[in-house]
């Protein structure tokens, strides 16, 4: 799928097939998180890459927002440093590894935005990293309008120059 498409059709999937996620789909989505550009290059996440259906349902007990992470095949916890850019890093990461995903037909979501403090002790995170989100992944369980979003038209959040001056 062409960059632009993925980004245009991308849409939060909570709801997954009991299909696993093959290993090298697997292996390109946290590749995308990787290979994603950091300040000053620090890098300053870690990926764990959880498919056991046991840590699967105990994720998904813990994530107030997202049950769901405990029928999905995979998920993805995105830990990090404490350093200066580490959450829009991280960020940045999380999204690069949702659009290779959903590149493959996987769709993901974003769970929680700290909170999880309670993952930590589950999957023996060090006290030096913050856990900043879950992200499950898998088959959407049932057809998804791709690109069927709302947003405000461009006309409305898009400036030209100076806020206030149409960009069209």
Known sequence: ???????????AVRSYKDTPVPDDVVRRIV???RLTGSGMNRQPWHF?????RETLRRLGALASSGSYVAQAPLAIVVATDRSRFAVSDASRAIQ?????GWADGVGSN???F???ESARALLDIPASLDVLAILPFGYPARAVGRGNKQRKP???VAHLEKY???FE
């Open 114 to 116: 700290g909170g999880l």
């Open 110 to 112: 974003w769970v929680g």
């Open 31 to 33: 590749e995308a998180g």
């Open 164 to 166: 206030g001056r149409r």
């Open 154 to 156: 461009l006309r409305d």
């Open 96 to 100: 690069s590894m949702l659009l290779a």
């Open 48 to 52: 764990i890459v959880i498919r056991e």
């Open 1 to 11: 799928m062409e960059a632009f498409e993925a980004i245009r059709t991308l849409l």
